[in-house]
């Protein structure tokens, strides 16, 4: 059986071969690059990018306020400088009379009374070196500054006399504490403060609620200030010797004050002589906690009251006081003591 002859396609024939494939091909990635139903797909979804946090806002600076300033100054009465010291006044109302802005004599309207509507009944207020502030009976006081410091009438006082101009000659406020001058004095002080129409003295000290003394005898000793208004005429009882004897078995306190008169009353009275008034006298009983008032005896049938408390645990004691004698004339001043020991 003849064998048929083979064909062999021609180039052209290979030609379109080629051609038709690359038609499959490019057809092939039009239907790859469409959906299942042959449409173009949908755009790729565009995924927001999260804005970038701002930076932290930093905290405001604060500059710390300046330290308070540490208030300064010597110790008076064992009280140190934004301390408070406290104590007893004695006042009496005046009519007063003045020269060159300073208070020189006064007459007085009524007796001397002793305070005691408040516990304590008179406080100062040791704000810095040279700065007071005084308080009546809880009701506040008078200020006194630096700049309100002047020179003393009396040595006695020497650096510790203040003055407060008013808006008169008649009105000025004066201050004197007593700063040892004379006598030193450890646990205690005394005074003077006045003001138009009122005079009064004062002790005070470091008040503790309760005395250290529980057994035995005790002496104390110390100094007293005041006035004497006898037939219109005012004498300084500055430099009169206070003392008390503690009998703390007995319970009782015996306080002693052997007054001395000078003349120039609001002066520079330690340049006149001093001569002896007599002598006042009080018993106290004693419960380690307070004194209290009392009445007082004084020479030629003078009688009062005297208000005492003890400083520093007992280790001070201060004491207030007012007379009156048969013939009118009044005597009321204040005395610091330290314990003697």
């Known amino acids: 059986m003849p064998v048929p002859a083979r064909i062999i396609p021609t180039a052209p024939a290979r030609q379109e071969n080629s051609l038709l494939a690359a038609a499959n091909l490019v057809l092939g990635l039009l239907i790859a690059g469409c959906g299942s139903d042959g449409r173009a797909p949908a755009a790729p979804t565009q995924v927001a990018t999260p804005p970038t946090p701002a930076p932290p806002v930093p905290p405001p600076v604060v500059t710390p306020p300046d330290p308070a300033p540490v208030p300064t100054g010597p110790l008076i009465a064992e009280v140190a400088p934004g301390g408070r010291l406290e104590g007893a006044h004695v006042c009496a109302g005046t009519r007063d009379t003045f020269a060159e802005g300073r208070l020189v004599g006064i007459e007085m309207l009524g007796p ?4 005691e509507l408040a516990s304590p009944a008179f406080a100062i207020d040791y704000v810095n070196d040279n700065s007071f502030g005084t308080d009546f009976n809880g009701f506040g006081g008078s200020s006194y500054a630096p700049g309100d ?3 003393a009438p009396s040595r006695a006082y020497a650096g510790s006399y203040f003055a407060v101009y008013g808006v008169g000659a008649d009105q000025t406020d004066e201050f004197e504490l007593y700063r040892n001058s004379e006598r030193r004095l450890r646990f205690a002080t005394f005074g003077r403060t006045s003001n138009p129409g009122t005079l009064c003295f004062f002790s005070a000290g470091a008040v503790s609620d309760t005395s250290i003394l529980a057994d035995g005898s005790y002496a104390f000793a110390g100094m007293a200030d005041g006035l004497l208004v006898a037939s219109g005429v005012n004498r300084r009882l500055f430099g009169s010797t206070a003392k008390a004897v503690l009998d703390a078995n007995g319970k009782t ?3 002693t ?3 001395v008169a000078r003349d120039q009353a609001f002066g520079e009275f330690l ?3 001093a001569t002896s008034v007599g002598q006042v ?3 106290f009983p004693y419960s380690r906690s307070a004194l209290g008032t009392v009445p007082l005896s004084g020479p030629d049938g003078a009688t009062g009251s ?3 408390g003890f400083y520093k645990g007992s280790l001070g004691a201060g004491f207030v006081f007012a007379l009156e004698y048969p013939n009118g ?3 009321f001043g204040a005395a610091g003591l330290d314990l003697e020991y």
């Open 271 to 273: 340049d006149r002589p």
């Open 281 to 283: 006298s009080a018993r």
């Open 257 to 259: 004050i052997d007054l």
């Open 149 to 151: 410091r002047r020179t």
């Open 329 to 331: 004339d009044r005597i």
């Open 253 to 255: 306190l015996l306080v």
């Open 306 to 308: 005297i208000r005492g």
């Open 112 to 115: 001397a009374i002793l305070a």
